[in-house]
Structures are given as C-alpha cells and as structure tokens.
C-alpha cells in the first residue's frame, strides 16, 4: 500500500476516533442524568436501570471499537495495514473502506465464519 493510501486510512481511522470519543463523552454526561436520586415507583426505577445498563453497554462496544482503531493505526505505522493475517494477502480497498479495522481479506473472513 502507497503512502498516500495509508494516509487516507489513517485520516478516516483517526476521525472514527475522534467521533466515538464524543459518543463515550456524551454517554458519560447521559449516564450522570440517571445518576441523580430518583423518586418513583418501581416500573420508573427499573427503567431507568434498564436504560444506564444500554447506555454503559455501548460504553463497552465503543471501547472494543478504540481498541480495534488503534490497532489499525498500529499497523499503519508499521506498514502491514491492509495485510491479512491469515494468508498474507492483500485485504481488498473496498473491504478497507468499508471496515478500515478488517485484519482478513474476504476469503480468510468467509472461511472463518463458515467454522
């Protein structure tokens, strides 16, 4: 992969970044809603359970998310983005636009999923 590729993926890997930490920085400002003392009956409280248990679900998910982007830009860095780790091979531009954070061509993808 040019360096002109690698920059392309690192600008949209970083900007994914940048967008999932606003989403964990409103989460939090979210979850201090929930925080306060409430007053209500027991359909109310549960709800309110139910909602800040979502709320730190996706907390997780995009925490996974940073984990994975990080990685990428790792691999940028170290000149093997865009290799598959299964076979070696060239991960597809359209599977790399489509999910910058994909460690396995399609083949080795399929091949995993049908396991």
Do not use: H, W
Not at 5 to 11: A, C, D, I, R, S
Not at 33 to 57: H, W
Not at 84 to 106: F, V, W
């Amino acid at each position: 992969m040019n360096q002109k590729e690698l920059t392309f993926f690192k600008n949209l890997l970083l900007a994914k970044k940048e967008e999932i930490l606003k989403s964990i920085k409103d989460t939090k400002e979210e979850g201090r809603d929930y925080t306060t003392n409430e007053v209500g009956d027991s359909v109310d409280i549960a709800s309110n359970s139910y909602e800040r248990e979502v709320l730190f679900e996706l907390t997780d998910n995009e925490r996974k998310q940073l984990s994975e982007i990080d990685a990428a830009l790792q691999r940028i860095e170290d000149k093997t983005f865009g290799e598959c780790a299964d076979c070696s091979g060239k991960i597809s531009q359209e599977r790399l636009e489509a999910i910058p954070t994909a460690t396995l061509c399609i083949t080795c993808k399929s091949k995993r999923d049908t396991k």
